[in-house]
């Protein structure tokens, strides 16, 4: 069997699949797992199952929901009650994305840590040392990613570290560990990663792209020191220089071509999911891109904001708003878009803007890839270390570096006057670099801004023409702990709610 074969996220093409009507996974308690693992077959089929996890809705979808859609970039769309809370800011600890990314997560976890316990025990002749080494690294890479995601969800979560099969109290009562607590069990499987993981797997674009390698660890770990309550700056740099001096050779490439559906695998991205269509394709599209691209006529969910939109035109930044967001003219009503009644004369009299990153819809099984890691990110993350560490000048160069590529001015001597106007600055590059990629919500919360930019935006209803009122708190900065753990698990404790 090739190679190949382990590493390709598939994604069942869910048939019936409605607008309210998505997967859910069955909690952790009820993961079947096998006990036999004999052959190395056997396990590169295990450590495929922990890749195939980010087939699930909170990677294909939640995770925009709860970091785009939360946050200033998007409106929810739709029709889905429970997607408006997340737009609202009303989310309940009944809703099932809620738990859906929490169970989904938890299960992703758990095939991690079967490959951990079972990889050492494995004596088939064909599994070479290197290759063992190998696996435990990816296992470790994705064991703290989820972490790193249920982390900045949640805030401390229960750490499992070893396989759970039983329902007795004893073992599934377990209770939160402190943020803190995780992001040091984060950065401690990062740590055995990078000593385990090459920095390619060959001259395969779309097998080096598709599995955990040592820059996708790298820059995880400088993710996760600058996200962690007390970053650690310098820290995070050195990881980036790690990644900038991979062999893998991570650059810059033309903005366009990374969203443009016909240059994945590229030299920009560290870590993405290998769509391939058919029963292997993604369902996401389907759900974002207009009628004229997608092939349906019903209202569509992630719609970007108003205020996203003239973030991108006040700063003349036409490169980056056209791979992001396409505007058609639609029959339906949109809250903030446009509320005009469809008559004969003008059967679409509503311009609405869309969600682009995605260009393909393709009846619901997608070739378009999704990054995970993206070089582009980093820059960011590097020139924010840099400005935090007081070396401005060098954070300006990185900031340019992205800006130049999408061919705007320089930050001027007033944004680099300072490390708070830099800062500043550095955001909202992020913003308009990262939209609709599942960023947004964690920079806001890093840089201490969510409530802050949350009750300052000013989203006008069309409806009513009144501002929607986020009442935006700290409180509000986690999401709620799912009400169907809280009830299984008597030793969790619920996040403060307002």
């Given at each position: 069997m090739k190679i190949r074969t382990y590493i390709l996220f598939t994604l069942t093409l869910l048939a019936t699949c409605s607008c309210e009507d998505f997967l859910d996974l069955e909690p952790i308690s009820q993961e079947a797992s096998a006990t036999a693992y004999e052959s190395l077959d056997q396990i590169e089929a295990a450590l495929t199952g922990t890749y195939e996890s980010f087939q699930s809705d909170a990677y294909v979808w939640n995770n925009i929901l709860f970091?785009?859609?939360?946050?200033?970039?998007?409106?929810?769309?739709?029709?889905?009650?429970?997607?408006?809370?997340?737009?609202?800011?009303?989310?309940?600890?009944?809703?099932?994305?809620?738990?859906?990314?929490?169970?989904?997560?938890?299960?992703?976890?758990?095939?991690?840590?079967?490959?951990?316990?079972?990889?050492?025990?494995?004596?088939?002749?064909?599994?070479?040392d290197n290759r063992r080494d190998q696996i435990k690294g990816e296992a470790y890479f994705l064991r703290a990613f989820h972490y790193y995601n249920l982390v900045n969800m949640?805030?401390?979560?229960?750490?499992?570290?070893?396989?759970?099969?039983?329902?007795?109290?004893?073992?599934?009562?377990?209770?939160?560990?402190?943020?803190?607590?995780?992001?040091?069990?984060?950065?401690?499987?990062?740590?055995?990663?990078?000593?385990?993981?090459?920095?390619?797997?060959?001259?395969?674009?779309?097998?080096?792209?598709?599995?955990?390698?040592?820059?996708?660890?790298?820059?995880?770990?400088?993710?996760?020191c600058m996200q962690k309550p007390d970053p650690e700056y310098n820290t995070a740099l050195d990881y980036i220089a790690q990644v900038e001096s991979s062999t893998a050779n991570y650059r810059l490439i033309d903005y366009t071509e990374l969203f443009d559906g016909s240059h994945y695998?590229?030299?920009?991205?560290?870590?993405?999911?290998?769509?391939?269509?058919?029963?292997?394709?993604?369902?996401?599209?389907?759900?974002?891109?207009?009628?004229?691209?997608?092939?349906?006529?019903?209202?569509?969910?992630?719609?970007?904001?108003?205020?996203?939109?003239?973030?991108?035109?006040a700063e003349g930044d036409e490169i980056r708003k056209n791979a992001t967001v396409i505007f058609e003219n639609v029959s339906w009503i949109d809250e903030y878009w446009g509320i005009e009644q469809p008559t004969n004369d003008n059967p679409k009299p509503n311009n609405v803007a869309f969600g682009y990153k995605w260009k393909n819809a393709m009846g619901w099984a997608s070739t378009d890839h999704q990054y995970i890691l993206r070089y582009g990110d980093i820059v960011l993350l590097k020139a924010e270390a840099l400005n935090e560490s007081g070396m401005l000048a060098q954070a300006a160069l990185e900031v340019n570096r992205i800006r130049n590529r999408v061919h705007l001015d320089p930050l001027t001597s007033e944004q680099t006057g300072s490390k708070e106007a830099l800062r500043v600055a550095i955001l909202h590059e992020r913003r308009l670099e990262l939209a609709q990629e599942a960023q947004r919500?964690?920079?806001?919360?890093?840089?201490?801004?969510?409530?802050?930019?949350?009750?300052?935006?000013?989203?006008?209803?069309?409806?009513?023409?009144?501002?929607?009122?986020?009442?935006?708190?700290?409180?509000k900065i986690l999401l709620p702990i799912p009400q169907q753990e809280l009830d299984r698990n008597t030793a969790l404790t619920p996040n403060p709610s307002n």
């Open positions: 970091q785009d859609v939360r946050s200033d970039n998007h409106y929810a769309g739709g029709d889905n009650p429970e997607i408006f809370e997340m737009d609202y800011l009303t989310i309940s600890a009944t809703n099932s994305k809620v738990y859906q990314s929490w169970s989904n997560t938890y299960n992703a976890i758990l095939k991690a840590n079967i490959v951990l316990e079972k990889v050492d025990g494995i004596e088939d002749p064909n599994l070479s949640y805030g401390g979560v229960p750490l499992i570290l070893q396989p759970t099969s039983s329902t007795a109290p004893e073992a599934v009562n377990i209770p939160r560990s402190t943020a803190e607590q995780v992001f040091e069990q984060i950065l401690t499987d990062l740590n055995f990663a990078i000593s385990l993981l090459p920095d390619t797997y060959g001259n395969d674009a779309s097998i080096n792209k598709a599995r955990a390698t040592r820059g996708a660890a790298n820059a995880l770990a400088a993710k996760a695998n590229n030299d920009e991205s560290i870590l993405e999911i290998q769509y391939i269509g058919g029963d292997e394709g993604s369902w996401g599209p389907q759900l974002l891109l207009p009628p004229s691209l997608s092939g349906d006529s019903w209202r569509k969910f992630v719609t970007p904001s108003r205020d996203l939109v003239a973030a991108f035109d919500w964690d920079d806001l919360v890093r840089y201490g801004k969510a409530v802050e930019t949350m009750n300052q935006l000013e989203e006008i209803d069309l409806r009513n023409n009144q501002p929607t009122n986020y009442a935006m708190s700290e409180a």
